[in-house]
């Protein structure tokens, strides 16, 4: 198979946005070109996108989109204009805190330069996209140096569990767990990943399969109820997995699956490694307990490719994401570096090496 194609996960391209269809992964490599933010929306809330930086990139776009597509004659109207679209993109999906993160971005850096006296509309619709191309950039940048630090984590000869796909599609390209696995064995170690498929939506057996094949890294895709048979056995160095929302006190929301993973790989003495960027880092959110759980549509739960599976008249429920105790959690690694608990002091710093003042221009 050939090497993983250089083109992001989602990008702007002649004034709209472009991104690969995830829905239809793997059958069909399809791009979906978006001019509205409504469509924008959609596309995030029904998984077009999906992973967490990934669709705070998209959110950040779809301001751009925003600014583009309005009428407004002023700063003052523009902005309004912005305030109601962001609104839109954060209804989209409540758990990845990296969507806030992206509108919070995007909309500061037009807040400071009218503070700072623009008054042309114009100058903000080229400042909104300029900001949403460096957040990113910026997502490849870190996910390359969180690749680094996770990598050295893992010994020459390993075998780990993923959970979901946290990889390029992700991501804007390169991923974060998946970016410590990619990393990992383009540094020669030899790694093999069991992949959880990640019920309901096959996120591991759909995609993350995908992105190993293409990248050549030895696999073996599992049912997540396996993942205990592999763990007590001893086959297992790690489990490495991304996350949705980090608390303060380094809780972490990831995919619906991630709980029990955590626990049984305690119980069985192997270390979890949750990978995300700093923009995953919520301090406002003291504990998990005060994290948003999206609740998805339950035809996710009873059909399987369109065909339902229960007899008529069962009911299921679907949480989309589920909440890992910060103290099953081995270490987190962000661009910061590698943080082991507890873990407060670390989460803070390093959204605080983040945080840079917008610059001037
Ligand atoms: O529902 P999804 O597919 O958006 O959930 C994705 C995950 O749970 C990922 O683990 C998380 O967003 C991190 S992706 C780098």
Same mark, same amino acid.
């Given at each position: 198979? /050939?090497?993983?194609? *250089?083109?992001?996960?989602?990008?702007?391209?002649?004034?709209?946005?472009?991104?690969?269809?995830?829905?239809?992964?793997?059958?069909?490599?399809?791009?979906?070109?978006?001019?509205?933010?409504?469509?924008?929306?959609?596309?995030?809330?029904?998984?077009?996108?999906?992973?967490?930086?990934?669709?705070?990139?998209?959110?950040? +776009?779809?301001?751009?989109?925003?600014?583009?597509?309005?009428?407004?004659?002023?700063?003052? &109207?523009?902005? @309004?204009?912005? @305030?109601?679209?962001?609104?839109?993109?954060?209804?989209?999906?409540?758990?990845?805190?990296?969507?806030?993160?992206?509108?919070?971005?995007?909309?500061?850096? !037009?807040?400071?330069?009218?503070?700072?006296?623009?008054?042309?509309?114009?100058?903000?619709?080229?400042? @909104?996209?300029?900001?949403?191309?460096? $957040?990113?950039?910026?997502?490849?940048?870190?996910?390359?140096?969180?690749?680094?630090?996770?990598?050295?984590?893992? *010994?020459?000869?390993?075998?780990?569990?993923?959970?979901?796909?946290?990889?390029?599609? =992700?991501?804007?390209?390169?991923?974060?767990?998946?970016?410590?696995?990619?990393?990992?064995?383009?540094?020669? /170690?030899?790694?093999?990943?069991?992949?959880?498929?990640?019920?309901?939506?096959?996120?591991? =057996?759909?995609?993350?399969?995908?992105?190993?094949?293409?990248?050549?890294?030895?696999?073996?895709? $599992?049912?997540?109820?396996?993942?205990?048979? +592999?763990?007590?056995? &001893? #086959?297992?160095?790690?489990?490495?997995?991304?996350?949705?929302?980090?608390?303060?006190? &380094?809780?972490?929301?990831? /995919?619906?699956?991630? +709980?029990?993973?955590?626990?049984?790989?305690?119980?069985?003495?192997?270390?979890?490694?949750?990978?995300? *960027?700093?923009?995953?880092?919520?301090? &406002?959110?003291?504990?998990? =307990? %005060?994290? *948003? $759980? %999206?609740?998805?549509?339950?035809? #996710?739960?009873?059909?399987?490719?369109?065909?339902?599976?229960?007899?008529?008249?069962?009911?299921?429920?679907?949480?989309?994401?589920?909440?890992?105790?910060?103290?099953?959690?081995?270490?987190?690694?962000?661009?910061?570096?590698? !943080?082991?608990?507890?873990?407060?002091?670390?989460?803070?710093?390093?959204? #605080?090496?983040?945080?840079?003042?917008?610059?001037?221009?």
């Amino acid at each position: 198979m /050939k090497a993983m194609s *250089p083109t992001r996960t989602v990008y702007w391209r002649d004034a709209r946005v472009c991104m690969i269809d995830q829905r239809l992964l793997p059958e069909r490599e399809s791009t979906l070109v978006l001019d509205d933010v409504a469509s924008l929306a959609e596309a995030i809330r029904d998984m077009a996108v999906r992973g967490a930086p990934a669709i705070g990139a998209t959110a950040a +776009y779809g301001l751009a989109l925003g600014a583009q597509g309005s009428t407004a004659s002023t700063a003052a &109207g523009l902005r @309004a204009d912005l @305030a109601i679209d962001a609104e839109t993109l954060l209804a989209a999906r409540p758990t990845a805190s990296n969507l806030a993160w992206a509108l919070r971005r995007v909309l500061g850096r !037009l807040d400071a330069e009218i503070a700072a006296g623009e008054t042309e509309p114009t100058a903000l619709r080229t400042l @909104a996209l300029a900001e949403a191309e460096r $957040i990113a950039d910026e997502d490849l940048a870190t996910n390359r140096r969180m690749g680094a630090h996770g990598a050295a984590l893992l *010994p020459e000869r390993c075998t780990v569990i993923h959970h979901c796909n946290t990889g390029a599609l =992700a991501t804007v390209d390169y991923g974060t767990a998946l970016g410590v696995i990619r990393a990992a064995h383009e540094q020669g /170690k030899r790694i093999r990943v069991l992949v959880d498929e990640t019920r309901p939506r096959l996120q591991g =057996a759909r995609l993350t399969t995908w992105e190993l094949a293409r990248l050549g890294v030895p696999q073996t895709l $599992i049912v997540d109820g396996a993942a205990g048979y +592999y763990l007590q056995r &001893g #086959e297992v160095d790690a489990v490495l997995v991304g996350a949705d929302r980090i608390a303060a006190n &380094g809780d972490v929301a990831n /995919k619906v699956g991630t +709980y029990p993973l955590a626990v049984v790989a305690r119980e069985n003495g192997v270390p979890v490694y949750v990978v995300a *960027p700093s923009s995953t880092i919520d301090l &406002g959110c003291p504990s998990g =307990a %005060e994290i *948003p $759980i %999206e609740l998805r549509d339950p035809t #996710e739960v009873t059909e399987i490719a369109g065909r339902r599976i229960p007899p008529a008249g069962v009911t299921a429920a679907n949480p989309a994401f589920d909440l890992t105790p910060a103290r099953y959690i081995s270490a987190i690694v962000t661009e910061a570096g590698v !943080l082991r608990p507890p873990f407060e002091a670390g989460l803070r710093a390093a959204v #605080e090496a983040a945080a840079s003042p917008v610059p001037a221009s």
